[in-house]
């Protein structure tokens, strides 16, 4: 892995998992990208996807009997629950080896460690998230901040306008802007950048007209954009889904389209989306940028 950019899909719906027979090729699971640039797990999001990632993860572990110990960065595009409901169950956190850094953005004064403890308080779980076992280093990553992952050291997290870039060109670089199109304290969109290599993760935000400029900038000229997809024109014009905090393929296309990626991945979908209407989504997103596919449980991308 350390020679390689790969990205896997282990949860592709948004607001709540849909398992059944009329999901079985897109999947139910709810968000979570894992992402592997220069042998650096990460992994962005931690909704019901998380927990089949930390099964594979622990079989690993246990066949190199123990001498292993996972080592992981977590981003936190936010904290509703669909993007973080996964993590009590995440086997790598409730083992003592493993080591968790994770970031993501502070909300309303609530810092990201107090709001995933909340989470997991009593009555609402039985483990609090001081009791799971792994050494976790949490914190809030901000948009004047990138995350530096090298080879040897833990992530380093370096003010883009005022610290020195003193690493490795092997090193991985995340940056973060910070989105307000989403209701009740927006997201954190991440760009990862590896050995010229570079993709976007821009989940549960909504288009303007003329598009989201800013985003349009962070994006330009990245290998791989992951936009929210969630509804169709129809839905979020007539239902209407307007000021929810989510886009159309529509609006993912634009953005595509005026940041000059190379390829489009349609993700977050609603759970109302059976696999056919998916499909039919797919296609007709091709038509207007080939380049373009849907999310699916499994679907691997190697930039």
Not at 275 to 280: I, M, N, Q
Request: hydrophobic share 40%; net charge negative.
């Amino acid at each position: 892995m350390k020679d390689k950019f790969i990205v896997r899909f282990r949860g592709v719906r948004g607001s709540y998992p849909m398992p059944g027979p009329a999901t079985l090729r897109v999947g139910g699971n709810t968000a979570c990208v894992e992402v592997w640039a220069g042998g650096h797990l990460i992994i962005i999001d931690a909704g019901t996807g998380i927990i089949g990632l930390g099964k594979d993860l622990m079989k690993k572990y246990r066949a190199s009997g123990g001498k292993e110990p996972i080592v992981a960065t977590v981003l936190f595009s936010h904290t509703h629950h669909d993007h973080t409901q996964g993590f009590p169950f995440f086997e790598p956190a409730r083992e003592g080896p493993s080591v968790l850094y994770m970031f993501g953005p502070k909300t309303f004064y609530e810092d990201i460690e107090e709001a995933l403890a909340r989470a997991m308080l009593a009555p609402s779980f039985p483990v609090a998230l001081a009791e799971l076992k792994s050494l976790k280093v949490i914190g809030n990553i901000e948009e004047s901040e990138i995350i530096v992952l090298d080879q040897g050291r833990g992530p380093q997290i370096l003010n883009v306008y005022r610290d020195e870039r003193e690493h490795s060109p092997e090193a991985v670089e995340i940056s973060v802007m910070r989105s307000h199109a989403h209701p009740k304290g927006g997201v954190s969109i991440y760009k990862i950048n590896w050995m010229g290599k570079s993709m976007v993760h821009a989940t549960d935000t909504e288009s303007y007209v003329g598009g989201d400029t800013r985003l349009i900038e962070f994006a330009r000229g990245a290998d791989l954009l992951i936009h929210d997809a969630q509804y169709t024109n129809e839905e979020y014009v007539t239902d209407p889904k307007q000021g929810w905090g989510h886009s159309t393929p529509e609006m993912a296309i634009a953005i595509a389209q005026a940041a000059g990626v190379k390829k489009l991945v349609l993700f977050h979908h609603d759970p109302s989306h059976d696999d056919e209407t998916l499909a039919g989504i797919e296609r007709k997103a091709q038509e207007a940028f080939p380049n373009t596919i849907l999310a699916y449980e499994g679907l691997t991308i190697e930039l």
